[in-house]
């Protein structure tokens, strides 16, 4: 194989390299922007009804003379494919308003309850759904209620769409990654081609042993500008070395 091959299928290779690392890299960091995404989201929807709850308490009303909120979940539920369901209990840990008709006056699991004397959010993992929990207050600050937000799990299979989608996004990174590195290679070979130049033109004197005007021309002018070039640094270390032998004689 000769030199300019290696190079070409060394150059290759790093480009094979180099697609892979930043298809992987894409993947990772896209994964992590998703899932923190879909955080915020989720924590974005149970502070809106927290709130949500806490103004109709405002108005005089308790945790079951509150109608408008069970519009209020339903709303939500069709707004985010993610969420599953949408429960609002009392501290005697009873349903008043779900997203599900028949989980009304419903018994919560205990852990739920215990949970109200939590001030911030809560969470559950479970493998077939994740559980957000947070409590609202009424006018005293003591809990008036929860409200839990059940959730379709993180790490369940993607849907088509959402393969689909991934798969447009990496094979648009692919093709402008394919492009930078094609670029480069053949500003590479193009650098390699002007840099062996000389020696090229040197193998063919040698092999031919005739030498064309325009070669002849080039050469001459390659040649006067080295011997310029060696005329130069000889001169500078020259001086160099006679100041060095002025100082050795002070």
């Known amino acids: ?27 990772h960091f896209s994964s992590a922007q998703a ?13 809106s009804l927290r709130k949500t709850a806490e103004d109709y308490l405002a108005t005089g009303m308790t945790a079951e003379q509150m109608p408008a909120m069970q519009d209020v979940i339903d709303r939500e539920k069709s707004s985010f494919a993610q969420v599953m369901a949408i429960d609002l209990f009392t501290p005697q840990g009873r349903i ?34 994740d559980q957000l929990g947070m409590r609202f207050e009424n ?15 993180a ?47 040197a193998a063919q004197i040698l092999n031919q042993g005739t030498v064309t005007p325009a070669l002849d021309a080039e050469l001459r002018q390659a040649a006067e500008q080295a011997a310029q ?10 001086q160099a070395l006679q100041k060095l032998q002025e100082l050795d004689r002070a």
């Open 96 to 129: 008043s308003y779900s997203t599900d008709a028949g989980a009304r006056d419903v018994q919560v699991p205990a852990d739920w309850v215990e949970k109200l004397s939590l001030e911030g959010s809560w969470e559950t993992l479970d493998p077939t759904q």
């Open 139 to 153: 006018h005293l600050g003591r809990a008036a209620g929860g409200i839990v937000v059940t959730l379709l799990p």
């Open 155 to 201: 790490d369940q299979p993607w849907t088509l769409a959402q393969w689909q989608r991934m798969g447009q996004q990496a094979l648009w990174w692919l093709m402008l990654a394919a492009a930078c590195c094609i670029t480069a290679l053949c500003l590479g070979l193009w650098l390699l081609q002007r840099s062996l130049h000389p020696y090229h033109q």
């Open 1 to 27: 194989m000769s030199t300019r091959a290696q190079l070409s299928t060394a150059q290759l290779l790093c480009m094979a390299a180099l697609l892979a690392a930043l298809t992987a890299l894409y993947w």
């Open 35 to 47: 899932a923190q995404l879909a955080h915020e989201r989720n924590h974005f929807l149970l502070q």
């Open 229 to 238: 070039q060696l005329q130069t640094e000889y001169a500078q270390s020259q």
